[in-house]
């Protein structure tokens, strides 16, 4: 999987700009605001639809133009692939492959496998839960339609049943069998999601020690836990036992959309427990054992982005990072950086082709 070219139009600070890379390293520097980041979330837009960074389309377009398109060249096995992603205010966002549609986006997800490491990965250490199951769906999808299929179709039905329970509230009223519908909806699309994220940490925490102990001096004892109220029973169960709980709420209150990762060091929490340079590691860990996942299942490299890693990392993590794309295992590499100096100097140890982009404003 390459990039080969990248065109955008109206795309953040970007009025009209394309670039032609290289197949296994390319760096942009400059200074701050001047759209490092941007060209890295550009790329990122072509794999998922969606901005990294910023989830609001609108905010994506440049400012005083009234649409946005990102353009794509692939190179893939033996066949060249077009993506295209555009959005104009007040119309729904088009994806494009080779010209024709995605009737629905997530059909999209997979096809053009990428892992992103940026300095807002924290957010899954700092955050709510909600952010580190996005990070388990993202992984488990880009392999496995079915699932996200199923995940989109529990939230759908999720959220019909916490507007029944605000109805009834609102309206004095209640229907058993309206929300028995709902309850076996839920527990049916529940059960395929547990079992399934059950089984891909079941998979990824080896991976993930592995690659912790290989970037960091290895004498932490570091865990990844996945906690789900299905562990307690079965969802159907839950949701009966705890209906007038849900009825005064007015929410669902058990369910996979509760789940979450805790995230330890030496057997507490690394958010408080852990130092910067730790959870750096084990943030770094992490998307190294889904760029690892990812390949597995696919069969192919993912593209790499790192955006802002030198000014974020100490030397000896950057040297590890650029360290494993000197090695045919890993594929096509994006850096952002602000002193082209410093990251050419990197780069040059390793034994790959290399291209730099000199951003200005």
Do not use: W
Not at 61 to 80: C, L, M, N, R, T
Not at 104 to 114: A, E, K, Q, T, V
Not at 124 to 149: C, H, M, P
Not at 176 to 183: K, L, M, R, V
């Amino acid at each position: 999987m390459v990039l080969q070219k990248l065109s955008l139009l109206n795309y953040k600070n970007f009025q009209a700009q394309s670039f032609d890379f290289d197949p296994k390293i390319n760096c942009f520097a400059g200074n701050n605001g001047v759209g490092k980041t941007n060209v890295l979330d550009a790329i990122y837009h072509l794999s998922f639809g969606k901005s990294y960074f910023n989830p609001i389309t609108t905010q994506n377009i440049k400012h005083g133009e009234e649409f946005f398109v990102i353009e794509g060249v692939y190179a893939k096995k033996e066949s060249a692939e077009k993506i295209v992603v555009s959005a104009k205010k007040g119309q729904k966002k088009v994806i494009k492959r080779n010209g024709k549609v995605y009737e629905r986006f997530s059909d999209h997800i997979g096809f053009l496998p990428l892992v992103i490491i940026s300095p807002a990965d924290r957010d899954l250490i700092i955050e709510g839960s909600d952010t580190r199951r996005k990070f388990i769906d993202g992984v488990i999808s880009q392999r496995d339609a079915d699932y996200l299929q199923t995940l989109i179709k529990y939230n759908k039905v999720l959220a019909q049943r916490n507007s029944l329970l605000k109805y009834f509230v609102a309206n004095n009223t209640f229907n058993q069998d309206t929300i028995d519908i709902y309850n076996e909806q839920l527990h049916t699309f529940a059960t395929s999601i547990f079992g399934k994220r059950t089984a891909f940490l079941e998979e990824f925490l080896p991976i993930f020690l592995n690659r912790y102990k290989s970037i960091s001096s290895g004498e932490e004892d570091i865990d990844l836990t996945y906690e789900s109220q299905l562990q307690e029973n079965d969802l159907l169960t839950l949701l009966q036992n705890n209906l007038s709980k849900d009825r005064i709420s007015q929410y669902t209150n058990y369910g996979i959309h509760k789940d979450d990762l805790i995230l330890e060091i030496d057997g507490h929490p690394i958010k408080k427990f852990g130092s910067q340079g730790q959870q750096k590691s084990y943030l770094i860990a992490l998307k190294l054992a889904q760029f690892d996942f990812i390949k597995t299942h696919s069969k192919t490299n993912p593209i790499l982005l790192l955006d802002d890693i030198f000014d974020k990392l100490d030397e000896t993590r950057v040297a590890h990072l650029i360290s494993l794309v000197d090695n045919e295992n890993f594929g096509q590499l994006f850096i952002s950086d602000t002193h082209a100096e410093r990251t050419e100097e990197v780069i040059k140890k390793v034994r790959q082709t290399y291209k730099m982009f000199a951003l200005e404003n």
